[in-house]
């Protein structure tokens, strides 16, 4: 492996939906999402729009308050990870909120999440929808860009250890 990429041994697939007790609680701060670009896996929808796997959220523009929780693995990681980044730039992004794997040593890592305005740690492994009773092999960070209400802090800090990148 080079290039600090290595996630793990395989891609961790395309369809991991996010629990409630994660995504709830930061829609009800933002008044919901208007997107979610990597959807399909959810028992309920996450934001208005949704973009599945049929609708490519990797080539369509992102807009309003966007929740993600992309494709985990080493053949999504960095393509997602770099259109997050780039999105968040956008002025048709409000807010961008992310739900990644923590995987802070990989250079893709480094180069776009660690961009983000706040980083929190998820506290444990995630349990997504879908994996069944098994919780993950891996920890999470929520990586969230923007202008964002002291109620969405309030709700990442009942997440996890948030931290606020300083300029």
Known sequence: MSDGDFYDEHDAGEQWGTPEWIWK?????????????????ET??????????????????W??????????????????????????????????????????????????????????HVSGRVQFHGAGDTSATFYNVIATWGDVPDEYIDALNEIGEVYQRVV
């Open 25 to 41: 609680p930061l829609a009800g701060a933002l008044n919901g999402f208007d997107l979610d670009p990597a959807s399909g896996a």
């Open 44 to 61: 309920i929808p996450i934001a208005d729009t949704r973009y599945t796997v049929e609708d490519d959220g990797l080539s369509q523009e």
């Open 63 to 120: 807009f309003g308050d966007v929740w993600l929780n992309p494709p985990y693995g080493r053949s999504f990681n960095r393509t997602w990870a770099e259109k997050a980044k780039s999105e968040s730039h956008r002025e048709s992004v409000d807010t961008l909120t992310a739900l990644v794997p923590s995987s802070t040593g990989s250079n893709w890592f480094q180069e776009t999440y660690a961009d983000a305005d706040y980083m929190t």
